[in-house]
T-cell receptor, first 112, second 113 residues
Framework: QKEVEQDPGPLSVPEGAIVSLNCTYSNSAFQYFMWYRQYSRKGPELLMYTYSSGNKEDGRFTAQVDKSSKYISLFIRDSQPSDSATYLCAMSGGAGGFKTIFGAGTRLFVKA | NAGVTQTPKFQVLKTGQSMTLQCAQD?????MSWYRQDPGMGLRLIHYSVGAGITDQGEVPNGYNVSRSTTEDFPLRLLSAAPSQTSVYFC????????????FGNGTRLTVT
């Protein structure tokens, strides 16, 4: 079993839709949770960064962490074609220290 | 401010050849790492360094060597390329603060025939 599970998609939605992306994990020691966005032929770039459980909002993006369920989510409101990318969840902390473990990534297509 | 720079962008090797993937950062970050990205597998850690002169193995280190002689540079060496090493390689860096997010380069796309 992988430490971090993420549905690879692809996920296709119409412009303006609310998108929900999710990851589950097995290591309860993880404390830092991240979402990276990766455009085609580019490196991942940090989108959201949260510590422990709770919600964090930044514009159209909301990250949620539920440590009791070992489940994290990223919501995108009013999705735009420019949001079409691969979204990678990542987490670190605990015995692994600063090593960051990534999910496989979910490919998202937003149709105009 | 260039961030993390990787060269080359593309490379084709024959089985058994060796090569070095270059990575340089200009942010004075202490921590640098190499990942490979394969379809369905996500990013997997190959090697990492917590500072000049200090390196350690990640999840998939076999077939790769690293060294860190300066804060800025962290090259990845393929000793004898194999088709299983066909992948996209990303270098990343972060400040010495524990658990701070990673800054990635734009990758090197390697094909081994």
């Amino acid at each position: 079993q992988k430490e971090v599970e993420q549905d690879p998609g692809p996920l296709s939605v119409p412009e303006g839709a609310i998108v929900s992306l999710n990851c589950t994990y097995s290591n309860s020691a993880f404390q830092y949770f991240m979402w990276y966005r990766q455009y085609s032929r580019k490196g991942p770039e940090l989108l959201m960064y949260t510590y422990s459980s709770g919600n964090k909002e930044d514009g159209r993006f909301t990250a949620q962490v539920d440590k009791s369920s070992k489940y994290i989510s990223l919501f995108i409101r009013d999705s735009q074609p420019s949001d079409s990318a691969t979204y990678l969840c990542a987490m670190s902390g605990g015995a692994g220290g600063f090593k960051t473990i990534f999910g496989a990534g979910t490919r998202l297509f937003v149709k105009a | 401010n260039a961030g993390v720079t990787q060269t080359p962008k593309f490379q084709v090797l024959k089985t058994g050849q060796s090569m070095t993937l270059q990575c340089a950062q200009d942010m004075n970050h202490e921590y640098m790492s190499w990942y490979r990205q394969d379809p369905g597998m996500g990013l997997r850690l190959i090697h990492y360094s917590v500072g000049a002169g200090i390196t350690d193995q990640g999840e998939v280190p076999n077939g790769y060597n690293v060294s860190r002689s300066t804060t800025e540079d962290f090259p990845l060496r393929l000793l004898s390329a194999a088709p299983s090493q066909t992948s996209v390689y990303f270098c990343a860096s972060t400040p010495d603060r524990v658990n701070s997010p990673l800054h990635f380069g734009n990758g090197t796309r390697l094909t081994v025939t």
